[in-house]
């Protein structure tokens, strides 16, 4: 619509001008029905300007030269070109507006010269060409910006998706920790009550009283257990899941809630590790011990903790040694320890017993 109202302005600028015999001077004959059907092609080329900027100038250009040509009145015709190289350059780029450029340049100097009388590069021309290189040139400054802009838009998508792929990425491994998490309380805590049930059945009509401490026993770890998933679905609302309870500090709980004798071994001087180590630590002592109620039979078991530049930890019971399964157990403590650039191996013993061996590196910022 608004390059109709466009086509329709230029028809009414010349035609009006025309027969008023108002603006620039120029040739004065009389209009007939050959310029009406001139300016009306003018029109018609300059609301087809976007869809054929090309055909557009170069019809706008014809009707020019012609228009001068018979001698009608009113140089206001020349407005349709300048529409046109303005057209050809915003929507092709400069280096079609420059070329349409020069092509209006040459029918302009021609029209003055063959048509007007004039010099080849006298008052006229000198006064048309800057006009016309104007337009161009505004032309291809609104095509740049056109250009400009898109790229921009096109980088703000790209970022966007790029972003929303990672909130993916992110949300998928946040869900992972939160079933290893869960794995762990759970797992660790059933497993605990399940050992002091046992315990409760076996001495509850010979000694009722060892059956009660076992009953108290199994009431403590409940309420513990419940307590850190309480704390842990909290950890879940905060964006770091590292807030989650445990750390090396709580390795006397899990070993009072063992249920099998654990001989305790530190060397290395430096204590001080990481949040992230701290927790993945506890966590994999938490699932290796489970795994000793569960699955080993064993009457004692051998934590070893080496402190340097990497957190070794070392787990091995003396129960019958079993083929290493893939479980999720075992599978969520090589994925802790592989987010962290670690290495977990869990395998029978060659001197019998089952251990669980994992390397944890240290490093500023984990």
């Known amino acids: 619509m608004a390059d109709i109202a466009l086509g329709a302005g230029v028809i009414a600028l010349v035609m009006v001008t025309s027969l008023l015999q108002v603006g620039p001077p120029g040739p004065s004959g009389p209009l007939d029905w050959a310029a009406v059907v001139l300016v009306l092609a003018a029109g018609l080329a300059v609301a087809f300007r976007r869809t054929f900027p090309a055909g557009c100038l170069l019809v706008v250009n014809l009707v020019t030269i012609a228009w001068f040509h018979f001698d009608y009145h009113g140089r206001l015709i020349t407005v349709a070109p300048l529409i046109g190289c303005y057209t050809l350059a915003a929507y092709r780029g400069w280096k079609a507006g420059v070329a349409g450029g020069l092509l209006t340049a040459v029918v302009t100097v021609l029209a003055v010269r063959l048509t007007l009388n004039g010099e080849w590069f006298g008052d006229q021309v000198f006064n048309a060409v800057p006009l016309e290189a104007a337009a161009t040139a505004l032309g291809a400054a609104v095509f740049s910006h056109r250009a400009f802009a898109a790229g921009a838009r096109d980088r703000a998508e790209r970022i966007a998706e790029a972003r929303s792929d990672q909130a993916k990425r992110q949300a998928a491994e946040e869900r992972l920790e939160i079933a290893r998490e869960l794995h762990d309380v759970f797992g660790h805590t059933m497993a605990a009550i399940s050992v002091q049930a046992g315990v409760a059945v ?125 479980g999720h157990g075992i599978e969520g403590m090589r994925a802790r320890a592989a987010k962290l650039g670690g290495t977990l191996t869990a395998a029978p013993h060659a001197d019998g017993g089952f251990e669980v061996r994992c390397v944890l590196p240290i490093r500023e910022g984990q």
């Open 202 to 326: 076996h001495v509850m009509e010979r000694r009722p009283e060892q059956a009660a401490e076992a009953l108290n026993t199994i009431k403590q770890i409940s309420d513990e257990g419940l307590a850190e998933v309480s704390v842990l679905l909290g950890a879940m609302r905060s964006p770091d899941m590292r807030t989650a309870t445990g750390g090396l500090a709580h390795v006397d709980k899990l070993i009072a809630t063992a249920g099998v004798h654990v001989e305790v071994v530190t060397r290395g001087d430096d204590r001080t590790v990481p949040v992230a180590v701290d927790l993945a630590a506890f966590r994999i002592i938490q699932e290796s011990l489970t795994n000793v109620r569960r699955h080993a039979n064993a009457s004692k078991v051998r934590l070893e903790l080496v402190y340097g530049t990497a957190l070794e930890i070392i787990v091995r019971d003396d129960g019958k040694p079993k083929p290493a399964t893939s």
